[in-house]
């Protein structure tokens, strides 16, 4: 059921609290710091509003009808739950000026993460700072459920109930094991048919390296893929360690695969019609972020932190 409109009327209903404890809207005026003629039309308003009268005005004062009695009585209780509602604001504001709670995909909180984290302590050496990390569609669920004040995710598509600002980009890599049949062919020009029916390593659902090789495969095909030897696994670590044991083609990040990569650990696969690039975008609840989250977001994109944050 909705409130009838005046009981938005917080501040007439405060004074006729003050006029009851003074026995004078004069004096109680004075306590609101107000003109007693204004503090008069308040209470006129707020016996239209409600009905009923409210005052018996006198020389001697202003003394509660019996209606003004009762009124008074529920008021008490009104005004104490709106003070507790202003206080309980201003202690949350206060509470998220002092802390940031962040949540980020693997990519990003591995080899991106760090960096931006370390800019703002430069300026904010006491924050209270709490970083999880998280597939994709659970740092969406941390950000739309208030748990994250801001996220970092790989995924190609963003939630259309959360802002979103790229803060830079990646691309996946397929790798093989040095021994894998494929790694001869490595940089020969392999086209997706000659890996769609490998073992493929993927991480789980949910994850933004999972989406976006599945879309990536369909936007080649022009279908959606059918991968019919694809195991799912539940962290970068274990394809990778998978795809050394020989156990088949791992699709992970190019940050994650580049040192094995680099070490001729690993062999990264040339696939010329698969385009896996990827954006990485900041996510967050509402227009734009606020406090420290603006300013970590401002890191990310290569700014200063303090620097005011632009939304996207």
């Known amino acids: 059921m909705p409130l009838p409109p005046w009981i938005s009327d917080l501040p007439a209903l405060d004074l006729l609290l003050s006029v009851a404890e003074t026995g004078s809207v004069g004096r109680a005026a004075q306590a609101h710091g107000i003109t007693q003629p204004s503090a008069s039309a308040r209470i006129n308003r ?6 009923v009268p409210l005052l018996v005005r ?16 529920w008021t008490h209780g009104v005004v104490d739950a709106a003070q ?9 504001r206060a509470d998220r000026q002092a ?10 909180a591995e080899y991106l993460l760090p960096a931006w984290l370390l ?7 006491d924050l ?16 739309r459920t208030g748990a994250a004040d801001l996220g970092f995710v790989e995924s190609p598509d963003v939630p259309a109930d959360l802002s979103a600002r790229v803060v830079g980009e990646d691309r996946l890599a397929l790798v093989v094991a040095a021994a894998y049949p494929l790694a001869a062919r490595a940089s020969s020009g392999l086209r997706l048919r000659d890996v769609v029916n490998q073992p493929l390593l993927l991480r789980e659902p949910g994850s933004g390296t999972r989406d976006t090789f599945l879309l990536a495969v369909e936007n080649a095909l022009g279908a959606a893929p059918h ?8 962290s970068t670590t274990t394809i990778m360690a998978t795809v050394r044991a020989g156990g088949g083609v791992g699709v992970i990040s190019a940050r994650a695969a580049a040192t094995a990569v680099a070490a001729r650990e690993l062999v990264e696969l040339a696939v010329t019609d698969l385009d896996a690039r990827r954006p990485l975008h900041a996510v967050w609840l509402g227009r734009t972020p606020t406090g420290p989250a603006a300013e970590l977001l401002t890191a990310a994109l290569g700014g200063p932190t ?3 944050a632009e939304t996207g």
């Open 227 to 234: 991968l019919p030897h694809a195991t799912s696994l539940g």
């Open 99 to 108: 802390r940031l709670r962040i949540a980020a995909s693997l990519t990003v």
């Open 128 to 143: 209270d700072i709490s970083a999880g990390v998280a597939n994709s569609a659970d740092v969406c669920v941390a950000v």
């Open 58 to 73: 006198s020389r001697r004062g202003s003394l509660l009808t019996p209606a003004g009695e009762a009124v008074v009585a």
């Open 119 to 125: 800019t703002l302590r430069r300026s904010h050496p």
């Open 46 to 51: 707020l016996e239209r509003r409600l009905g």
């Open 306 to 308: 303090g620097a005011a």
């Open 84 to 92: 507790a509602l202003a206080d309980g604001v201003l202690t949350l």
